[in-house]
């Protein structure tokens, strides 16, 4: 299945991959715009005008309104939405989750996906809503693995097919799931029924959620977050190995004249500018645009437009290898999305694990930044340094100090390492010249750590007057400790 998806490149756990449909090669991370066969508020063949390159539909809205089964079977999906770049289509899924029941078989809907010529097919999974009982999570994961087996067996051509991961707010059910579809080798993997917790913001929850899932799948395979669609939280579902989202938020934002931003959601009423410098918001006013009769279709587009962009920025960040930095920015945009930034660091091992040795020079954003995978890989090598006679410690060059054995340079949040490796990275890190407090302790934290792995070396502490934590007070205990202000003075 390799050739399917191409991983181009990396940084933390997010990637630039290639994803080959039988309707072409998409560019991933992207954005599925969620096209309803009823109503189009935006044509599908105009979707490329946005950036999108892949679309998504219900084929179960189709196969349940005569008039739209009956073109799709003559004309083909494609042919029914008007576009001839991929298209993934949903089960029916939806509904259940909604309605509690669909009149359809998972064996008719796949067959009918397969006929309409879908690009990625998605199986009847049951979608387990958050919170539920243990044993009604596992019962019905049960009937989901059942489903996609089946499913498997059925699906074998050329088209795609989606093993859905379900397990509600088990991490060790998603976790588990994801392992065992792993060797049912699908071609995409949805992270299922997570909206719930996009809505109510329990961004930490579905951090969990996500690392719990990816631990259990191949890194290798493309994951789908299935019902994400807002641009504020792309960053990290990124961050975390996301490779696709799909956007219903564009059009429903839309018709409740709501504007969206990577900072958050406005509604049209309450603006007053269009922070924003896409065609539909560098042509209106906010007034215009308030009172335009075509409102709806105009929130439209710019949501399309903002979406697009944050895609853009995240695939230049990856580039860069500067995504972490994107994602502290990003989830200062809501409290609750803070939370999934501390919640993600508490995955620095595993991420450490995804994120390439060497990238761009770390930029010191906040407090987070000090358990990024980098800060946390060279904790766990101090092992590394052997250190013998008189070293010094400081955070820059310092009079006299050629008469020590061994010099080295202080910064946080990192900790002590030897003074050749400045301008390497992660050392090379821009970080502020007054470090917080979380910064000091994990560098201080470290320092310690490195004085206990070498017992028989003397040491020399050089702090800086700003330098205020209680580790200070432990330094002291191993190392002779001198203000910088004091430093030969004495
Ligand atoms: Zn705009």
Redesign the pocket.
Known sequence: MSAIFEILDKDAGGRIGRLRTPHGTIETPTVMPVINPNIQLIPPKEMRNFGAEILITNSYIIYRKEELKSVALEKGLHGLLGFDGPIMTDSGSFQLSVYGSVEVTNEEILGFQQKIGSDIIVPLDIPTPPDVHYRRAEEELAITAERLEAARKFIQGEQLLAGPVQGSTYPELREKAASHLKDLNFEVYPLGAVVPLMEAYRYAELVDVIAASKKGLSPASPVHLFGAGHPMMFALAVAMGCDLFDSAAYALYAKDGRYITVNGTYHVEKLNY?P???????KYTAEELKKADNREELLGR?NL??TFAEIRLIKQCIKDGKLLELVEQRCRAHPKLLDGLKKLYTHSSWLEQLDPATKGTFFYCGPESSSRPEVMRFGKRLDRFSLQGSVIIRTGPIKGEKDYDQILTFKAPFGAFPTEMEEVYPFNAEVPKFPDYESLDTALSNTLKLMDLNPEAEFTFICEEEFKHPLIEEITKRAKLVYRKDWKKE
């Open positions: 269009l924003c410098s896409c065609p539909v918001c560098s710019h437009y903002a």
